[in-house]
């Protein structure tokens, strides 16, 4: 028995013996991908802890690798070569993918192997021309940070708070061994011109001449491929590779229990209503109210409301439809008019209105994920109604508020639409089921939104519902049988009417797209890999990418059980590639907002797919371990504090949505004390602020921009006695001017900075002057 199992024991290691060389440069490798990937943010470069964790990661990497690469060899063995390879395919691209959207660091530097950068002396010394006390070293940083002074021998040097002053200008030294990356920086400031430093880095001198005040000293260093950026990144993607080959690999030995679970899930038929679930889905609208309604006045209107918000306070006040501001009049300005009807010409009043068409977007976002099945309808919901993207812009005075309502009720109706169409449909012998009550009252309901936005409400961007249509209609066409020749007919004609008003709304919008296809990535960073907009922001994005790529597989694999899927991921790649690939002006959060109704329900149906994996490839079959596996996933995904941000937040520069939302209190304040009858205002913004207040009392308001140029403005000086010009930091710096450009010039005289409008008043009389100053801060 004993030479049984010591011989088993020799083969054993014998069979296995192959893997310890590569159990060990992919152990030492995991280590260094650790230490330049993450530990460089955490630890300084030569600290022991640093060391000490790159050690013992390499030493776990080790044995990790060993039985990680056993299990992979006696697992993938009986698989015939093609399958190897197909997995080994799949195992790239995903690894790849996985590591470059699961992950941000690679956005940001440094990325360094610290523990094999080299190191390099610095010695810097002063010519005694030098007055003492006249020359300091205000800033000494390299790639990797900042340099502490205390890491710095001296001698002829005194610290004196943050700068090294040189204190013997005959006999000093500044000596600093260490680690400095790519680059290393010095500034000097002297009082005196003429002075001379000699700088030497391992023994090679340069001198180099102080101007009278700041002198700034850059050096480069040429690093190791072994220690630098891409090395790290390489390590990284054949980390994932090889983790996700095992993955795929348990994945594809489990694909028939895994293929009949989801399969079932989503062929399953739609249960009956209960009160629980119309309990729970009640639950989430309130939860989504309050998410959105609390705190409606924390921040000061957005530069966009404000049209809406004036538009809105003067219909009420009888000015004509057609005189007031015309975009998004009836999705927007005429249900706020209504609410301040009702409620008064307040803020909250006018936000309030779009807050509660956001959250009844929930019953068709709903209803159409039922379709699907009752999990996914709620995971969509509970995402939805805690998206920090769409809470957002929920609480705005702008048609992106109201687009979730409308646009997915007009993909509930498509849905509907197509599956009410029979299969193999043809034209001249199923005609009539148009003219049933459903498929007729669906398709004016479904041509309806392309009239509204062509021409109705041409402005908006409520146009870009148009993309939908694109998808729609190839669902449609699969529902054709395209041998029939009165169907090809009939196509062809629709087509060309298609084809012809396409081709005149983008001739209309030449000035935004482009005809031929440009890549534009930046569209990509509002999903992956850390965007602020995104539930899982400073969350653990793996999961959700993991999730998504499971989503797009099962969307393709149950097409022919249920389109639904497809059809959702379908409209997630037309809206993204359109932003990505054909708009011409890049643009602004808001316009991606329509996209992320759609990659909303796609996150869900992917999130669903990894809790059906993990239930059935861990056999869980207590409710309360799969209840406790989808809270794990969702605390993983859901970042409470960034959805709570858009609510509590009172920071004028919204991460989110990227508007700046002004504050005019100290300019209004200002404003209300010292305008005096038959003044006139020039603004920016501040304009449209008072007219939506409604004081003080302007005779005349002139809307400018960063573009209008300085003549113009002196124009309507020249032109009225007396006034005010108000323009805030952000267009002032865009318009490349200083305080200086608009003081000086007929008796314009610069009054202050109220938090961040700067503010001139002119009159056109000898007497009458403006003390600097006032209320705000004098420039």
């Known amino acids: 028995m004993n030479k049984d199992f010591l011989k ?42 640093l060391l000490f964790i790159t050690t013992l990661a390499s030493l776990l990497g080790v044995a990790g690798y060993f039985l990680l690469l056993r299990w992979i060899r006696d697992h993938s063995r009986l698989f015939p070569m093609a399958q190897r390879l197909g997995l080994i395919g799949v195992s790239v691209l995903t690894g790849a993918i996985v590591f470059f959207a699961g992950t941000s660091q690679w956005t940001s530097n440094p990325r360094y192997v610290t523990v094999l950068l080299p190191t390099h002396r610095l010695q810097v010394s002063m010519l005694p021309a030098q007055p003492s006390g006249e020359t300091d070293l205000t800033w000494f940083n390299t790639s990797l940070g900042d340099i502490s002074y205390d890491s710095i021998d001296t001698k002829g040097w005194k610290r004196q708070g943050d700068q090294l002053v040189l204190q013997n200008p005959t006999d000093n030294m500044l000596s600093w061994t260490g680690k400095p990356g790519e680059m290393i920086q010095l500034i000097f400031h002297s009082t005196v011109r003429g ?123 009888g000015a004509a439809l057609g005189s007031v501001y015309q975009r998004s009049l009836w999705l927007v300005t005429l249900p706020v008019a209504a609410a301040m009807r009702l409620f008064g010409t307040e803020l909250w009043v006018a936000r309030s209105v779009g807050v509660l068409f956001n959250v009844l977007a929930l019953v068709p976002l709903y209803l159409l994920m039922r379709k699907i099945n009752r ?117 062809i004609f629709i087509g060309s009417g298609i084809l012809i008003v396409a081709y005149k709304e983008v001739k209309r919008q030449i000035g935004l797209l482009s005809l031929i296809p440009k890549l534009n990535p930046f569209p990509i960073q509002y999903f992956f890999p850390n965007p602020q907009q995104q539930w899982y922001f400073d969350r653990f994005v793996p999961v959700v990418v993991i999730g998504l790529l499971c989503g797009v597989v099962l969307c393709i694999l149950v097409r022919r059980v249920k389109f639904i899927p497809l059809f959702l991921l379908s409209e997630y790649a037309i809206y993204l590639g359109f932003f990505i690939f054909l708009s011409k002006t890049f643009f602004h959060t808001r316009h991606l907002s329509t996209t992320e109704l759609w990659f909303i329900l796609l996150v869900a149906i992917g999130l669903y797919a990894v809790w059906s994996l993990l239930s059935a490839l861990l056999s869980l079959k207590s409710n309360m371990v799969k209840i406790l596996l989808a809270i794990f996933l969702g605390v993983a995904v859901i970042n409470p504090q960034q959805t709570l941000l858009p609510t509590l937040s009172t920071n004028p520069d919204m991460p989110i949505s990227e508007d700046y939302y002004h504050n005019m209190t100290l300019v209004q304040n200002y404003m209300l004390h010292h305008t005096d009858y038959g003044d006139v205002l020039i603004s920016t913004v501040y304009g449209l602020y008072a007219t939506w207040e409604g004081e003080p009392g302007f005779r005349a308001i002139h809307r400018i921009t960063s573009q209008t140029p300085r003549q113009d403005v002196f124009a309507i000086v020249d032109q009225n006695p007396s006034g005010w010009i108000v323009i805030d930091q952000i267009r002032l710096d865009q318009a490349s001017m200083t305080v200086k450009d608009y003081s000086g010039k007929d008796q314009i005289e610069y009054v202050g900075l109220f938090g961040d409008e700067y503010v001139w008043h002119w009159q056109h009389t000898l007497t009458t002057s403006i003390t600097p100053g006032g209320a705000g801060k004098e420039q």
């Open 375 to 491: 999990a996914v309808a709620v995971i969509s919901a509970l995402l939805y109604a805690t998206s920090p993207w769409i809470i957002t812009f929920a609480r705005v005075v702008r048609e992106y508020a109201y687009y979730p309502f409308y646009f997915y009720w007009i993909i509930f109706a498509m849905v509907v639409f197509i599956e009410g169409m029979p299969d193999g449909f043809v034209v001249l012998r199923d005609w009539k089921i148009f003219f049933k009550t459903r498929m007729g009252l669906l398709g004016l309901a479904l041509i309806l939104p392309p009239v509204y936005a062509l021409s109705i409400d041409h402005l908006s961007t409520f146009k870009i519902v148009l993309l939908a249509y694109f998808v729609f209609v190839v669902f449609i066409l699969r529902k054709f049988n395209l041998r029939d020749r009165g169907n090809l007919i009939v196509l």
């Open 195 to 317: 002075g001379k430093a000699i700088i030497s880095w391992d023994g090679q001198e340069e001198t180099i001449n102080l101007s009278s005040e700041r002198t700034t000293y850059t050096h480069s260093f040429q690093l190791p491929f072994y220690a630098g950026r891409v090395f790290v990144l390489l390590l990284g993607i054949l980390n994932f590779v090889i983790l996700s080959l095992a993955f795929s690999l348990f994945i594809w030995e489990k694909r028939e229990t895994l293929v009949e679970t989801v399969g079932q899930s989503f062929a399953r038929t739609t249960v009956r209503w209960d009160s629980p679930e119309v309990i729970l889905v009640l639950g989430v609208m309130v939860l989504a109210l309050l998410l959105r309604v609390f705190n409606l006045g924390n921040l000061y209107p957005a530069v966009d409301e404000y049209y809406q918000l004036i538009a809105a306070k003067q219909i009420l006040q």
């Open 8 to 49: 088993y024991s020799q083969l054993n290691v014998e069979r296995n013996a192959w893997l310890f060389i590569p159990s060990v440069i992919l152990g030492v490798g995991f280590g260094l991908f650790l230490n330049g990937y993450w530990l460089i943010d955490k630890f300084p470069a030569e600290s022991r802890q």
